[in-house]
């Protein structure tokens, strides 16, 4: 049975969306224990489902590593240790970002030959029920060429354990298709993909094509990779936006949405970001989930199945096989 360690305190929407979050997790899945750090009296609910370790205090959005330090009681802090300690096999929180990701990267610490760990979310693609998988989106500002093929092999993997594809197709996001486009760091990670011919590379490709369902691996350096990640978002709230106004303008187009109205909910499911469960951190030795902030019981209980389906499918050991088998170039 996989141990999941759950920090319950972080989310913006308070214990009420993690607790439903859990319950919902439960409903759809068999052979997790789940310890809950958290308040004992907010998460009495799920006392006779699963372990409680008391911890109240909370780690503020804006928190750094040596915050998370210092905050000795706090859920995520605690929820950190207990992972370490219990020898969990994964941990998820809905806290704040940088504080999670820094924290769990210096205690758990890096899987050996790992230079820099990569934030993974998947993204939509245009063909439904397909999702592409995206790193790093922001764990750094700056990487080496040996970090970007790094993050493109810890991508494959991922990629091929979690969507079960044989082999997944890797691109590099570069403002050109031409193996000669990219920062000098993109062009050289080219090079060395392209001499290990490693299965799946298949070149650069554009931000405007990154979507269209090709890529199954798509990867960046922590900077162009936050960015494209902000820019996707930005423009699904733009259009979200935009197609309202449209359909609000009159009677006739209010019909218009009606006869319409199949294809748009189609397409929400397809944009529907809760059902992705948050960001994941590959490279560090040990299963790490970072839930969305706003997450709700919905969004809270994917973030639980992604790091309940990666720790069944050791992911975390299959990066470390992958990447020594590749330690020479």
Known sequence: MKTIVVDMMGSDNGVSATIDGVQQFFSRNNGAKLILVGDPLQLAPLKDQ?????????????????????????????????????????????????GFLSATTLKLKLIPGVERAALMSPFPTAIRGKKATVLDIGANNENTPTQIVQFAKMGSIFAKRIYNIDTPK???LSNGVEEKKGTPELKEAHQILKQLKYPGFMGNIEAREALNGEADVIVSGGFA??????????????????????????IFTKIGYLLSKKGFEDMKTSLNYKTYGGATLLGVDGVVVKAHGSSDGFSFSYALEVAFKM???????????????????
Do not use: H, W
């Open 50 to 98: 699963c372990e409680i370790i008391p911890s109240t205090d909370i780690v503020p959005m804006e928190a750094g590593a040596m915050d998370v330090m210092r905050l000795k009681n706090s859920s995520m802090l605690v929820a950190i240790n207990t992972c370490i300690e219990r020898q969990a096999d994964a941990i998820v929180s809905a806290g704040s970002t940088g």
């Open 170 to 172: 890797i691109y590099l």
């Open 225 to 250: 990779g936050n960015i494209f990640l902000k820019g996707s978002e930005g423009i699904l709230v733009l259009m979200n936006n935009l197609i309202k106004k449209a359909f609000k303008r009159n």
């Open 311 to 329: 720790a069944e499918a050791d992911v975390v050991t299959l990066i470390k096989e992958g990447l020594q088998d590749g330690a020479n170039y």
